[in-house]
């Protein structure tokens, strides 16, 4: 059965970001080679501060580790996006003049304003630095999360059960059905972290009627879905591991549907914020 796209991606676009795992995965595995760690519970945590960890537990960056691993991104950046190369050529000239204690700052609250100031004193798009500064970031979001990975993994009474990310507070972009069991667990690209939620719940509004909650996929894969939530409008794509083969990569999966991301904007539903933040 064919399985073609009804969108084409940009040439190049999947094999820059299978690029841009390969590096932040040999980052991460430096970064934890480097880390002495217990395993921490998570789900007692979550519970008494019903916030992610992020908020209440240190999250420290190395800045020099950053600035390494930011100019490092850059380099990549230039080196496979062509089109991006001379505003990357600018981001190096200005190297020295970076704060990068504050660019971690306002990465992890995705500041706007922040980077639009940063546009208008270099001339490089925002969504370029943008880029940079989130990607080079995310090895370190890892890192801080790997303590609770075993907790959040086992959290079978659903304790957390929220739409944002336990660890780091960010809202996922894709979701997986396990084929063994049927439960559905969302996944964070920032930091990698899986955590249970309800399958059939909206991760935006909460809303769990099953008249106002859909699917739709394309001909010839039932594997790749959209959940659709009529109350909120919002969506969530979807990998149903028993209707395709047992996926692990779950970050690569999410870039391989922007297809899906397409169509479900096409008719009217959109990534929301969620009422658990």
């Not at 995310?138 to 009474?157: I, K, Q, V, Y």
């Not at 959940?227 to 969530?236: A, D, I, N, P």
């Not at 996926?247 to 969620?274: C, V, W």
Request: glycine share 6%; charged share 30%.
């Amino acid at each position: 059965m064919s399985k073609a796209t009804p969108v084409t991606l940009p040439e190049g676009f999947v094999e820059f970001y299978k690029d841009v795992e390969t590096w932040q995965n040999e980052l991460f595995f430096r970064l934890k080679k480097k880390m002495t760690f217990q395993k921490q519970d998570a789900i007692e945590l979550l519970q008494r501060e019903e916030r992610p960890l992020i908020e209440f537990v240190d999250f420290e960056v190395d800045t020099e580790d950053y600035s390494q691993a930011f100019l490092a991104f850059a380099r990549l950046v230039k080196e496979k996006r062509e089109k991006a190369a001379g505003f990357v050529d600018r981001i190096l000239e200005m190297q020295d003049k970076l704060d990068y204690a504050e660019m971690i700052a306002r990465t992890l609250e995705n500041d706007l304003a922040f980077f639009n100031k940063l546009e208008e004193a270099t001339g490089v798009p925002r969504n370029i630095t943008m880029l940079i500064a989130q990607h080079a970031l995310r090895p370190f979001l890892r890192a801080f999360a790997l303590p609770f990975e075993d907790s959040l993994s086992h959290d079978e009474g659903l304790s957390w059960g929220k739409g944002v990310c336990p660890v780091c507070g960010a809202l996922p972009s894709i979701s997986r059905v396990r084929s063994h069991d049927g439960r559905r667990f969302l996944f964070c690209e920032e930091c990698f972290t899986e955590w249970e939620h309800r399958y059939l719940a909206c991760i935006y509004c909460g809303n769990d009627e099953p008249k106002t909650l859909k699917y739709f996929t394309v001909e010839g894969d039932d594997a790749n879905q959209v959940f659709v939530c009529e109350k909120c409008k919002g969506y969530l794509k979807n990998y149903d591991e028993r209707k395709g083969k047992a996926r692990s990569d779950m970050f690569i999966t999410n870039i391989q549907t922007i297809y899906l991301d397409l169509l479900a904007e096409q008719r009217g539903y959109g990534h929301k914020q969620s009422d658990f933040n």
